[in-house]
């Protein structure tokens, strides 16, 4: 390979823009064209198909990220690592936990947010997989 193109592929602003584009691409592809239709045809309450879905996509994403960076890197994804996932999923859904609170409280109190009520039984387990999907895609 010619050394200018290896310098400009290798370059971290190309492996970011790479990384989100393959990853995210895959992520919207496989949730659109091949999840959505097959669990929306099979369970017919979209209250619960929508969390299977975010989670098949996030799954897809993860094993998207973990190929793609294992043959464009030639290295050991240490970043997705079992060893150190209690530890990382316990802050990651503390600090987020705290963010989001943060920002919902502030809207709260300067009256730009208005809790009318849960429409849905199902309510709780859609927004941790909204929330889920939302933490996934801004760490990768």
């Not at 919207?28 to 239709?37: A, M, R």
Request: hydrophobic share 55%.
């Amino acid at each position: 390979m010619n050394a200018s193109i290896k310098r400009v592929l290798y370059f971290p602003i190309t492996k970011i823009i790479i990384g989100i584009g393959v990853c995210f691409s895959l992520f919207v592809g496989i949730q659109n064209f091949v999840t959505k239709p097959f669990f929306y045809s099979i369970i017919m309450d979209k209250g619960i198909a929508d969390p299977i879905i975010h989670f098949v996509s996030v799954i897809v994403l993860l094993l998207g990220y973990y190929y793609l960076f294992r043959l464009y890197d030639k290295r050991k994804i240490t970043e997705l690592s079992i060893k150190y996932l209690p530890k990382e999923m316990l802050g990651g859904f503390a600090l987020g936990f705290l963010a989001i609170s943060l920002s919902i409280s502030i809207l709260y109190f300067l009256g730009y947010y208005q809790f009318l009520g849960i429409t849905t039984a199902h309510y709780s387990l859609r927004l941790f997989g909204l929330l889920m999907v939302a933490a996934l895609l801004e760490d990768l």
